[in-house]
DNA sequence: AGCCAGGACAAGT
DNA sequence: ACTTGTCATGGC
């Protein structure tokens, strides 16, 4: 176990804020977090998060994970231009904005298009059972693309993708014959890389964008979900069409992670 | 029973 | 480029 001391660090909100979806509380103050095929236990503490595994797994996959390198103290500084954000951070205390994996993120946002957390969470939670490792006990890794490759339309509706079925089946072919590479996507600027994730069936403007924020850490992008079009609609008097231009001056390089602290603030006063 | 969810897409201006 | 209409599943 190590303890790693922050300021900026609560785990309800970081999970609870509608950006992972393979987590769970298993006590107070306790969660588990499933990725990188590994089942990850965190205790929550005064001064900070409790990891139980090594400081060598911490410094090979969480630290990277929960980009412990980012300073939110300054980012926070930069992105209160008002009332509301500053509410939306004293709501969102300690959220802190994810490196998934690029694969998984995909699918899971592709997944929840249409589609409400819950749901979203017990669709790929029922692919993972389906196509992933058993990595404990009843805990199963997210599958591979090659073992997603698998899936066919039917086993998917069965896991209650829905009609996304053949989105997933179109981005996992994309994928592995390297028509889409999420690799070297990692290289490009942010409008390249949007059109090459759009390439896929599915796959369009919101989750291309909740994936370059969520796994390529993006932070300039502006996912337009209904939430946000609503806080920025009621909240800000901005139009749907003005809210890229409106994000891009107000909030600029972060306004990802303002975009986040919205999303999770508007949903809990609604 | 009808409404809605972290939308995508085509078709129309 | 921007807007509107259509599609679509499952859960409550």
New binding site residues.
């Given amino acids: 176990m190590i303890l790693i001391k922050s300021n900026w660090f609560d785990l309800k909100n970081t999970f609870d804020?509608?950006?992972c979806f393979r987590y769970k509380k298993i006590n107070e103050n306790e969660y588990i977090v499933i990725t990188h095929g590994k089942v990850l236990k965190l205790e929550q503490v005064e001064d900070g998060v409790k990891f139980y595994c090594t400081k060598k797994e911490y410094e090979n996959i969480w630290e990277d994970y929960f980009n412990m390198n980012l300073d939110y103290e300054d980012i926070n500084k930069k992105i209160v231009t008002d009332k509301i954000v500053k509410e939306a951070i004293e709501f969102s205390k300690g959220t802190r904005i994810l490196k998934q994996e690029k694969f998984e993120c995909l699918i899971s946002?592709i997944i929840?298009?249409?589609?409400?957390?819950?749901?979203?969470k017990?669709v790929i939670e029922n692919i993972s059972k389906k196509y992933g490792n058993e990595i404990e006990e009843g805990i199963y890794s997210f599958p591979t693309v090659k073992q997603l490759k698998k899936a066919t339309k039917e086993d998917l509706?069965k896991c209650?993708t829905?009609?996304r079925d053949k989105?997933i089946i179109d981005a996992v072919e994309k994928i592995s014959t390297g028509e889409v590479d999420l690799e070297k996507i990692d290289k490009l600027p942010t409008k390249d890389a949007k059109k090459e994730l759009?390439k896929?069936?599915?796959?369009?403007?919101?989750?291309?964008d909740?994936v370059l924020l969520f796994a390529y850490n993006r932070y300039e992008v502006f996912?337009?979900?209904?939430?946000?079009k609503r806080i920025m609609k009621e909240y800000y008097n901005v139009?749907?069409?003005d809210i890229q231009r409106y994000k891009e001056k107000i909030w600029g390089a972060y306004a990802g992670i303002a975009?986040?602290y919205l999303?999770?603030y508007i949903?809990s006063i609604s």
Wanted: net charge positive.
């Fill in positions: 804020s509608g950006q946002f929840s298009q249409n589609n409400r957390i819950p749901q979203i017990k509706r209650k829905g009609f989105y759009m896929i069936k599915g796959i369009g403007t919101k989750v291309a909740c996912p337009e979900d209904v939430w946000v139009k749907r069409k975009q986040q999303f999770y949903r």
